[in-house]
């Protein structure tokens, strides 16, 4: 009995303790609630085959957003040269299983687009992305123009370490209208602690003119400064969106 009795005492201790246990989130703000994820594409293209890859995927992109949406397809002009960009939309990781499942069984996709462009590839890479939780997808005021895929290798430790400070950084731009974000990411799969801005500006020289001009805000440059204190590495595209791209 006093053995029972000792055992049901550490139990209500451990229960006890386990209930009582400080809890904490990973990262600032609002949490993220929902499984919809976006797939980034990377293909390198044989330089001499650009041209011609471009066109069968204007032709044929039909056949592939059939079966999944499409956020936008882009072709890189500078930061990377003979490479296109594409982002893809997925509610959840079953819902892309059913769909690479679904494009392997489809003859059209097989026999007129892949069978055709994979020779045309030098490599491919992916990434699995999550918009961080206050920012969501929104198309530029206007089509044309030009978008600058920002890069940013962060410290490891997640948002909870960095998340307040990055965020202050994009909104002081956003907010001062400096420049127009089309959405920002955080990564799930590939290269972590990393964080994707796709920023839209009218043009190349618009944005080297909004550079220089918010370099010399001091709002921009303290939260700048902050953020940078947690930054490893940066990197950054610029790129046209494609005819057929749906933001663009």
Same mark, same amino acid.
Do not use: C
């Given at each position: 009995m006093a053995c029972q009795s000792r055992c049901r005492y550490k139990h209500c201790l451990s229960v006890k303790s386990r209930a009582t246990q400080p809890r904490a989130w990973i990262s600032t703000g609002p949490q993220q609630q929902h499984g919809t994820?976006?797939?980034?594409?990377?293909?390198?293209? #044989?330089?001499?085959l650009n041209a011609a890859f471009l066109k069968l995927t204007s032709?044929?992109?039909?056949?592939?957003?059939?079966?999944?949406?499409?956020?936008?397809?882009?072709?890189?002009?500078?930061?990377?040269?003979?490479?296109?960009?594409?982002?893809?939309?997925?509610?959840?990781?079953? #819902?892309?299983?059913?769909?690479?499942?679904?494009?392997a069984q489809d003859p059209n996709w097989i026999e007129q687009y892949i069978s055709k462009a994979m020779p045309m590839l030098s490599s491919q890479d992916n990434e699995v992305m999550y918009l961080v939780p206050w920012s969501k997808i929104q198309k530029p005021p206007k089509d044309g123009?030009?978008?600058?895929?920002?890069?940013?290798?962060?410290?490891?430790?997640?948002?909870?370490?960095?998340?307040?400070?990055?965020?202050?950084?994009?909104?002081?731009?956003?907010?001062?209208?400096?420049?127009?974000?089309?959405?920002?990411?955080?990564?799930?799969?590939?290269?972590?602690? #990393?964080?994707?801005?796709?920023?839209?500006?009218?043009?190349?020289d618009e944005r080297a003119a909004i550079r220089r001009t918010s370099h010399e805000d001091a709002r921009v440059v303290a939260a700048v400064r902050?953020?940078?204190?947690?930054?490893?590495? #940066?990197?950054?595209?610029?790129?046209?969106?494609c005819a057929f791209s749906p933001i663009k």
């Open positions: 994820f976006y797939e980034f594409r990377t293909y390198n293209i #044989q330089p001499h032709e044929k992109i039909h056949l592939r957003t059939a079966h999944s949406e499409l956020i936008g397809y882009w072709s890189v002009e500078y930061g990377g040269l003979n490479q296109v960009f594409h982002i893809w939309k997925y509610d959840s990781y079953a #819902q892309r299983a059913s769909v690479r499942a679904a494009l123009g030009v978008f600058e895929l920002a890069t940013f290798q962060m410290k490891p430790g997640g948002p909870a370490v960095w998340g307040k400070a990055f965020h202050a950084s994009v909104g002081i731009r956003t907010g001062s209208g400096y420049a127009h974000a089309v959405g920002v990411f955080h990564s799930e799969f590939g290269p972590l602690n #990393q964080v994707h801005v796709l920023w839209w500006y009218e043009s190349a902050e953020s940078a204190a947690y930054l490893v590495s #940066q990197k950054n595209k610029l790129m046209f969106p």
